[in-house]
């Protein structure tokens, strides 16, 4: 009896070392399976997720109904595959175009009695919502607030949705995808000296204001192989009309439509580098000023405006 149990006992012994060899040799298996088993409805919660305001953000379950105050969180989630969870957008959301039969919250301005109405076990929103916000958290409801500033801010914007839904593992897809998006952009223009780089002026406004360094627009200029320059200023500012003239950019970029006409008939313009050769081009202002998944389709925009003949599509 003795001599069996010391048997089974060392037969068990090699079981768990074999099992254990083998765990330890396929380390991206066991990271699979725990990736999966993470991703199954209900798996992976409660969640916590710190969000871009310094909240530690808890998420009971799964979300099943969630209100998006922002367009680009709204943009998130339906590229994560989960716009059918959505229940609330504002009058700003125009895309997908399902948005347009989905419940309306307000615009910058949210209507707070709305949104409880619609019994949300998520909100997502931005620090443009301002006291929003709070007022929502004070009413028991489950908010993240995102605030990309930079394209890895969109990737981390991206995550941050990806884990508070359970639809992590599409999140680190989709930022996969723009990489790649992204990287194609960049070697195509990674050859060109920086001296040779055209100047490029932003205008987001006809009064005029641009973007500075800070800005996510600006890094998408600069990977695109253009020279931002108002690269020294912060933020979005207001610069004056001779600056720009003295600046003399090569080509002039508007997040406005139609603005070639008045941006080129502006007193003294038609000394600047950019309105002599006619390169004003007005951008898609959803694809370059909104933080979401189609920002690298605003950067690809950017380089075939740029350097049309590297960026051909014939």
């Known amino acids: 009896m003795k001599r069996r149990f010391h048997g089974l006992f060392a037969w068990m012994m090699v079981l768990v070392l074999v099992l254990g060899l083998i765990g330890c040799g396929n ?100 620090p443009l919502n301002g006291e929003t916000v709070e007022k929502l958290r004070s009413l028991g409801l489950t908010v993240l607030s995102v605030d990309a500033q930079s394209l890895e801010g969109v990737y981390d914007s991206i995550r941050r949705v990806g884990k508070a839904t359970g639809a992590l593992k599409q ?36 009064t005029p204001y641009t973007v500075g360094g800070d800005t996510f627009l600006n890094e998408l200029i600069t990977l695109a192989g253009g020279r931002n320059v108002a690269a020294e200023m912060k933020g979005w500012p ?27 008939s502006r007193p003294g313009w038609d000394r600047i580098a950019a309105v002599k050769a006619k390169r004003i081009h ?18 690809k925009q950017i380089a075939q405006i740029l350097y049309p003949e590297r960026f051909d599509e014939n």
């Not at 990271?31 to 997720?49: I, L, N, R, W, Y």
């Not at 367009?71 to 590229?79: G, K, L, M, V, Y």
């Not at 223009?189 to 006809?206: N, Y």
């Open 27 to 126: 380390p991206d298996a066991a990271k699979e399976e725990k990736t999966q088993a993470e991703q199954k409805p209900g798996a992976s919660f409660p969640v916590t997720v710190q969000d871009d305001s310094g909240a530690e953000v808890t998420v009971e379950r799964e979300p099943k109904r969630i209100v998006s105050l922002i367009p680009s969180t709204t943009e998130i989630a339906f590229s994560l595959g989960i716009g059918d969870r959505i229940v609330g957008v504002t009058t700003n959301d125009n895309y997908p175009p399902e948005v347009e039969k989905i419940e309306k919250v307000g615009d910058i301005n949210i209507n707070v009695e709305k949104v409880l109405e619609l019994k949300p076990d998520l909100v997502l929103a931005s």
């Open 171 to 206: 999140a680190e897809q989709l930022i996969d995808e723009m990489e790649k998006e992204k990287e194609q952009v960049v070697r195509k223009v990674a050859s060109i000296p920086e001296e040779e780089r055209p100047k490029v002026w932003v205008e987001v406004d006809p």
């Open 238 to 264: 207001q610069v004056s009309a001779e600056q720009v003239i003295k600046w003399n950019p090569d080509v002039i970029l508007t997040t406005y439509e139609k603005a070639d006409k008045s941006v080129a």
């Open 282 to 299: 007005s951008l898609n202002p959803d694809l370059t000023t909104r933080p979401g998944p189609r920002v690298t389709e605003g950067l």
